[in-house]
């Protein structure tokens, strides 16, 4: 029995070993992307749910690789978040999102405002906050087409960096939206004193819909909540003409999903959007 469990060690040790060498070549390897500029943002639009108009688009990265093809996000973000290269990655982002939208304003394309992700390293690192600002300053775009969003769980964290960059965020006139809400721990309270604009109703409520009777319990609160507060509130991840309905029955005000459309390239969404537009 020991030999045996020897040998478990040997080879977990091992798994070990491959995985954190894969790591690093990982990391080597996203260090030169960012420097090659492979990083690439599809968009996503947003709709509102009572009248079909665009309120807005969410830039979501992905690597576009030489051999491999385009790598989704949740294969390069946590290494990037690990290695402090969120850092660099994230400053790309604001620059590509900001710039693309500035021409889409020039060109005289609606698309209401461009949502960027900013991960909880963004945040503790607290480059970001100067980073948005220098986006915006040399891309000329208007601070109220760029929306920030950040998770519930780092929104609700009172002690760390979030405060600040939320403040920043509120003093520059960038919107705010609490992504993924529904999933952390909640201050509900704290909600009200936080200078957010809309609610992201996360994937997890959705999907169950309209069927799963404790889901939609979940969904409808937090809709309420959102319109009671005031604040937007977009259900993310729908897939059916029945969530919609369900989600506007519950006073969801917006939505983004692939029953509108999946993210598309930025050469794209100017066709996609006007496709949307159309009744
Ligand atoms: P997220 O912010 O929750 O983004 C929504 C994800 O749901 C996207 O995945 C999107 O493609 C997917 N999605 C949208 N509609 C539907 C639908 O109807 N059904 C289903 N099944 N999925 C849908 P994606 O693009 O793979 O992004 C995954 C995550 O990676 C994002 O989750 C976000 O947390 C992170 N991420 C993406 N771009 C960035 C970025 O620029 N910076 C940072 N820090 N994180 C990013
Ligand atoms: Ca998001
Ligand atoms: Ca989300
Ligand atoms: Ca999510």
């Not at 709709?47 to 309120?55: A, M």
């Not at 600040?164 to 992504?179: H, S």
């Not at 009777?213 to 259900?235: H, K, Q, S, W």
Request: net charge negative; glycine share 8%; proline share 6%.
């Amino acid at each position: 029995a020991k030999a045996a469990g020897g040998d478990t060690w040997r080879v977990y040790s091992q798994e070990q070993t491959a995985l954190a060498t894969d790591r690093v070549r990982l990391t080597a390897r996203l260090r030169e992307a960012i420097e090659r500029d492979e990083l690439v943002l599809h968009y996503q639009p947003q709709i509102g749910l009572d009248d079909g108009r665009i309120i807005g688009v969410e830039a979501l990265v992905r690597w576009q690789h030489p051999e491999s093809g385009l790598i989704p996000p949740d294969r390069f973000i946590p290494v990037a978040e690990d290695s402090g290269l969120i850092v660099g990655l994230g400053e790309r982002v604001l620059q590509k999102a900001c710039h693309q939208a500035r021409e889409w304003l020039d060109c005289g394309v609606d698309f209401g405002h461009v949502a960027v992700n900013i991960s909880a390293a963004q945040i503790r690192r607290s480059t970001v906050a100067p980073q948005v600002k220098v986006a915006l300053a040399e891309s000329g775009l208007p601070p109220h087409c760029l929306q920030a969003e950040i998770t519930e769980s780092i929104a609700m964290d009172r002690r760390g960096e979030a405060p600040a960059f939320l403040q920043a965020m509120q003093e520059l006139g960038v919107r705010l939206a609490m992504d993924d809400f529904g999933t952390g721990y909640s201050s509900l309270g704290y909600l009200r004193d936080l200078p957010f604009d809309t609610l992201k109703v996360d994937r997890l409520f959705v999907r169950p819909l309209p069927e799963s009777a404790p889901d939609a319990a979940i969904a409808e609160a937090i809709c309420t909540l959102g319109c009671r507060l005031g604040l937007e509130v977009l259900a993310e991840g729908v897939e059916t003409p029945a969530q919609a309905d369900t989600l506007r029955g519950f006073g969801c005000t917006s939505a983004q999903g692939f029953l509108y459309s999946r993210p598309v390239p930025a050469e794209q969404l100017p066709a996609t959007l006007s496709e949307l537009a159309e009744p």
